[in-house]
């Protein structure tokens, strides 16, 4: 009976730790959709044919721009697309179309996860308007 009684009691702590872990989000990270907008550059090294863009501007209200531009013709293709601020199980994203990205630093150095492995991510773009 005892032993019933420290399995039930070790089942619960255990099931609260791991609900815990699975609701925990990065403290660090702004949960304001607007300290998002603004430019970003993509800091991969190698780029492929019909993959990521190499800009990407979020804009207040969650519309989008991606940016790509061909090595190869020199040509600029833009298409326009959404965004939202979207809070996970254990991380935040910012998703653009379909695509999620992990934010990696809170603003004002925002990066959005592309790829930790390969060091790839979108970096915001800081700079001053002129007038």
């Known amino acids: 009976m005892k032993n019933k009684f420290l399995c039930a009691i070790s089942l619960a702590v255990g099931l609260c730790g791991c609900g815990a872990w699975l609701d925990s989000t990065n403290p660090n990270v702004s949960t304001n ?36 531009f061909s090595r190869a013709t020199g040509q600029l293709a833009t298409v326009q697309t959404t965004w939202r601020f979207e809070r996970g199980f254990h991380q935040e994203d910012v998703v653009i179309g379909n695509r999620g990205y992990p934010i990696e630093h ?16 979108y970096e915001r773009v800081h700079y001053e308007e002129v007038h």
């Open 106 to 121: 809170s603003p004002p150095d925002v990066r959005l996860g592309i790829n930790s492995d390969l060091d790839q991510y």
């Open 33 to 68: 959709a607007d300290d998002y907008v603004g430019a970003y550059v993509s800091m991969q090294k190698d780029i492929s044919p019909g993959g990521l863009a190499d800009f990407v501007i979020l804009e207040k209200g969650g519309s989008a721009i991606e940016i790509t």
